[in-house]
């Protein structure tokens, strides 16, 4: 499975909708908080840390 980003308001269920689609795809998940995101170096940290 490719990497997906959701993103828009809180309450959407963004984060229950990524972790129902983990389970599905018996795949691991590494969900982040919007919030604690303050540079976009901080986004490319995060996505290399992620295996394929």
Known sequence: MGHILFSGPS????????HIIS???QVNIKAVTGYAITKPSEIISIL????N
């Open 11 to 18: 309450g959407f269920g963004k984060t229950t909708m990524a």
């Open 23 to 25: 389970k599905q795809g």
């Open 48 to 51: 290399n840390t992620l295996e």
